[in-house]
Protein backbone atom coordinates (compact mmCIF):
# COMPACT_ATOMS: atom_id res chain seq x y z
CA UNK A 1 0.00 0.00 0.00
CA UNK A 2 1.38 3.39 -1.34
CA UNK A 3 2.32 5.62 2.02
CA UNK A 4 3.42 8.94 3.16
CA UNK A 5 6.89 9.24 4.39
CA UNK A 6 8.61 11.85 6.18
CA UNK A 7 12.57 12.85 7.27
CA UNK A 8 13.76 12.94 9.75
CA UNK A 9 12.26 11.34 11.97
CA UNK A 10 13.06 13.37 14.54
CA UNK A 11 15.17 16.78 14.43
CA UNK A 12 16.93 18.49 17.59
CA UNK A 13 18.02 22.73 16.66
CA UNK A 14 18.94 25.62 18.54
CA UNK A 15 16.41 28.38 19.18
CA UNK A 16 16.58 31.04 16.36
CA UNK A 17 18.02 27.91 13.96
CA UNK A 18 16.26 26.95 10.59
CA UNK A 19 14.86 23.76 9.75
CA UNK A 20 13.49 21.89 7.08
CA UNK A 21 11.17 19.04 7.11
CA UNK A 22 10.81 17.08 4.44
CA UNK A 23 8.09 14.40 2.88
CA UNK A 24 7.08 12.41 -0.03
CA UNK A 25 3.45 12.28 -0.70
CA UNK A 26 1.94 9.46 -2.48
CA UNK A 27 2.96 9.59 -5.97
CA UNK A 28 -0.49 10.31 -7.80
CA UNK A 29 -1.93 13.15 -4.74
CA UNK A 30 -2.03 15.86 -5.74
CA UNK A 31 -3.13 17.91 -2.52
CA UNK A 32 -0.93 18.04 0.10
CA UNK A 33 -0.88 19.15 4.23
CA UNK A 34 1.21 20.17 6.38
CA UNK A 35 -0.17 19.68 10.64
CA UNK A 36 1.61 20.05 13.79
CA UNK A 37 0.67 18.57 17.56
CA UNK A 38 2.07 19.75 20.41
CA UNK A 39 2.56 16.75 22.81
CA UNK A 40 -0.65 16.11 25.12
CA UNK A 41 -2.54 18.35 22.27
CA UNK A 42 -4.75 18.06 19.61
CA UNK A 43 -3.74 18.12 15.86
CA UNK A 44 -3.52 21.87 14.16
CA UNK A 45 -3.58 22.13 10.73
CA UNK A 46 -1.35 24.56 9.11
CA UNK A 47 -1.08 24.78 5.23
CA UNK A 48 -2.57 22.81 1.78
CA UNK A 49 -0.74 23.10 -0.90
CA UNK A 50 -1.51 22.43 -4.23
CA UNK A 51 -0.73 23.08 -7.51
CA UNK A 52 2.37 24.62 -6.27
CA UNK A 53 0.51 27.63 -4.53
CA UNK A 54 -0.81 27.77 -0.94
CA UNK A 55 -4.50 26.94 -1.23
CA UNK A 56 -5.09 27.61 2.88
CA UNK A 57 -3.31 28.34 5.67
CA UNK A 58 -4.46 28.63 9.21
CA UNK A 59 -3.03 31.35 11.69
CA UNK A 60 -0.27 29.69 12.91
CA UNK A 61 1.59 29.62 9.42
CA UNK A 62 2.65 32.65 9.57
CA UNK A 63 5.50 34.31 7.96
CA UNK A 64 8.31 32.02 9.49
CA UNK A 65 6.66 29.13 7.96
CA UNK A 66 7.05 28.44 4.01
CA UNK A 67 6.19 25.36 2.00
CA UNK A 68 7.89 23.94 -1.15
CA UNK A 69 7.70 21.28 -3.76
CA UNK A 70 11.22 21.38 -4.73
CA UNK A 71 11.02 18.24 -7.39
CA UNK A 72 8.53 15.87 -8.50
CA UNK A 73 8.36 14.21 -4.88
CA UNK A 74 9.35 16.13 -2.18
CA UNK A 75 7.35 18.63 -0.21
CA UNK A 76 8.87 20.40 2.23
CA UNK A 77 8.54 22.84 5.31
CA UNK A 78 10.82 25.20 6.46
CA UNK A 79 10.69 27.03 9.68
CA UNK A 80 13.11 29.88 8.97
CA UNK A 81 13.88 30.74 12.85
CA UNK A 82 12.67 28.49 15.11
CA UNK A 83 11.19 29.14 19.21
CA UNK A 84 10.65 26.98 21.82
CA UNK A 85 7.04 26.52 21.20
CA UNK A 86 7.35 25.13 17.81
CA UNK A 87 8.70 21.83 19.71
CA UNK A 88 6.06 19.41 18.11
CA UNK A 89 5.10 16.65 15.91
CA UNK A 90 4.62 17.68 12.59
CA UNK A 91 2.48 15.62 10.19
CA UNK A 92 2.71 15.62 6.06
CA UNK A 93 -0.18 14.50 4.41
CA UNK A 94 -1.96 14.14 1.00
CA UNK A 95 -4.64 13.60 -0.98
CA UNK A 96 -5.60 12.34 -4.49
CA UNK A 97 -8.16 15.47 -4.72
CA UNK A 98 -9.26 18.50 -2.84
CA UNK A 99 -12.59 18.49 -1.39
CA UNK A 100 -14.14 16.90 1.69
CA UNK A 101 -14.99 13.78 0.09
CA UNK A 102 -10.95 13.25 -0.03
CA UNK A 103 -9.41 10.34 2.70
CA UNK A 104 -6.08 12.39 3.57
CA UNK A 105 -3.63 10.13 4.31
CA UNK A 106 -0.66 11.38 6.40
CA UNK A 107 3.00 10.16 7.30
CA UNK A 108 4.60 9.02 9.96
CA UNK A 109 5.40 12.88 11.60
CA UNK A 110 8.68 14.93 12.54
CA UNK A 111 9.49 14.98 15.78
CA UNK A 112 10.60 18.60 16.38
CA UNK A 113 12.63 19.84 19.28
CA UNK A 114 13.63 23.28 19.94
CA UNK A 115 16.11 23.69 22.75
CA UNK B 1 -17.74 27.04 13.70
CA UNK B 2 -18.82 23.70 12.74
CA UNK B 3 -17.18 21.75 15.19
CA UNK B 4 -17.48 17.98 17.38
CA UNK B 5 -18.11 16.52 20.32
CA UNK B 6 -17.31 13.46 21.72
CA UNK B 7 -15.98 11.29 24.95
CA UNK B 8 -12.80 12.20 26.20
CA UNK B 9 -12.48 8.52 27.01
CA UNK B 10 -13.84 4.86 26.94
CA UNK B 11 -12.87 1.63 28.04
CA UNK B 12 -14.07 -1.92 26.57
CA UNK B 13 -12.88 -5.68 26.10
CA UNK B 14 -11.65 -7.77 23.68
CA UNK B 15 -14.84 -9.27 21.38
CA UNK B 16 -16.43 -6.23 21.89
CA UNK B 17 -18.72 -4.43 19.88
CA UNK B 18 -17.30 -0.72 20.44
CA UNK B 19 -19.79 2.56 19.54
CA UNK B 20 -18.53 5.88 19.84
CA UNK B 21 -20.96 9.25 19.40
CA UNK B 22 -19.74 12.05 18.09
CA UNK B 23 -21.94 15.14 18.19
CA UNK B 24 -21.58 18.06 15.37
CA UNK B 25 -24.80 20.43 15.84
CA UNK B 26 -23.90 22.94 13.19
CA UNK B 27 -22.29 20.39 10.50
CA UNK B 28 -22.38 22.21 7.31
CA UNK B 29 -25.19 20.66 4.58
CA UNK B 30 -22.60 19.57 2.12
CA UNK B 31 -19.79 18.34 5.11
CA UNK B 32 -18.96 14.74 5.52
CA UNK B 33 -18.59 13.90 8.90
CA UNK B 34 -14.60 11.56 8.94
CA UNK B 35 -13.44 9.39 11.32
CA UNK B 36 -9.15 8.83 12.36
CA UNK B 37 -7.57 7.06 14.76
CA UNK B 38 -3.89 7.78 15.93
CA UNK B 39 -1.84 5.09 17.72
CA UNK B 40 0.98 7.04 20.23
CA UNK B 41 3.38 8.96 18.25
CA UNK B 42 2.14 8.27 14.91
CA UNK B 43 0.37 9.92 12.39
CA UNK B 44 -3.53 9.98 12.23
CA UNK B 45 -5.24 7.06 9.99
CA UNK B 46 -8.66 7.21 8.12
CA UNK B 47 -10.72 4.94 9.50
CA UNK B 48 -14.38 5.59 7.61
CA UNK B 49 -16.23 8.49 5.99
CA UNK B 50 -19.64 9.33 5.82
CA UNK B 51 -22.55 11.85 4.52
CA UNK B 52 -25.46 9.97 5.48
CA UNK B 53 -27.33 6.56 6.61
CA UNK B 54 -24.46 4.20 7.14
CA UNK B 55 -21.30 3.59 5.56
CA UNK B 56 -19.51 0.44 6.01
CA UNK B 57 -15.89 -0.66 5.25
CA UNK B 58 -13.82 -3.68 6.43
CA UNK B 59 -12.66 -2.16 9.80
CA UNK B 60 -15.72 -0.36 10.86
CA UNK B 61 -19.39 1.03 10.32
CA UNK B 62 -20.50 4.66 10.35
CA UNK B 63 -24.45 5.22 11.24
CA UNK B 64 -25.47 8.96 10.37
CA UNK B 65 -29.16 9.93 11.43
CA UNK B 66 -31.38 12.12 8.78
CA UNK B 67 -30.70 15.33 10.55
CA UNK B 68 -27.21 14.34 10.55
CA UNK B 69 -26.40 16.58 13.97
CA UNK B 70 -24.67 13.34 15.25
CA UNK B 71 -22.48 10.08 14.33
CA UNK B 72 -21.77 6.94 15.50
CA UNK B 73 -18.53 5.05 14.71
CA UNK B 74 -19.24 1.64 15.39
CA UNK B 75 -16.03 -1.36 15.49
CA UNK B 76 -16.94 -4.72 15.70
CA UNK B 77 -15.10 -6.87 17.63
CA UNK B 78 -12.20 -4.87 19.23
CA UNK B 79 -8.77 -6.52 20.02
CA UNK B 80 -6.62 -5.39 22.36
CA UNK B 81 -4.65 -3.38 19.17
CA UNK B 82 -7.46 -0.85 18.51
CA UNK B 83 -6.79 1.08 21.55
CA UNK B 84 -5.61 4.23 20.35
CA UNK B 85 -7.61 8.01 19.96
CA UNK B 86 -10.58 8.29 17.96
CA UNK B 87 -11.34 11.71 15.93
CA UNK B 88 -14.39 12.63 14.38
CA UNK B 89 -13.59 15.43 12.54
CA UNK B 90 -16.01 17.92 10.01
CA UNK B 91 -14.35 20.92 7.68
CA UNK B 92 -13.54 24.29 8.76
CA UNK B 93 -16.98 26.05 7.37
CA UNK B 94 -16.30 27.19 3.85
CA UNK B 95 -13.19 25.31 3.98
CA UNK B 96 -12.18 22.29 1.29
CA UNK B 97 -9.05 21.64 3.18
CA UNK B 98 -8.91 21.90 6.88
CA UNK B 99 -10.01 19.83 9.08
CA UNK B 100 -11.25 20.62 12.36
CA UNK B 101 -9.71 18.25 15.07
CA UNK B 102 -10.56 18.03 18.60
CA UNK B 103 -9.44 15.93 21.90
CA UNK B 104 -10.32 13.09 20.41
CA UNK B 105 -11.84 9.43 22.51
CA UNK B 106 -8.78 7.57 23.99
CA UNK B 107 -10.56 4.05 23.61
CA UNK B 108 -8.95 1.64 26.13
CA UNK B 109 -9.35 -2.57 25.02
CA UNK B 110 -8.59 -3.99 27.90
CA UNK B 111 -8.03 -8.05 27.93
Known sequence: EPEVTQTPSHQVTQMGQEVILRCVPISNHLYFYWYR????????????????EISEKSEIFDDQFSVERPDGSNFTLKIRSTK???????????????GRAYEQYFGPGTRLTVT | LAKTTQPISMDS?????????????????NDYITWYQQFPSQGPRFIIQGYKTKVTNEVASLFIPADRKSSTLSLPRVSLSDTAVYYCLVFLMDSNYQLIWGAGTKLIIKP
Do not use: P, R
Request: glycine share 6%; charged share 15%; proline share 0%.
Open chain 1, 37 to 52: QILGQKVEFLVSFYNN
Open chain 1, 84 to 98: LEDSAMYFCASSEAG
Open chain 2, 13 to 29: YEGQEVNITCSHNNIAT
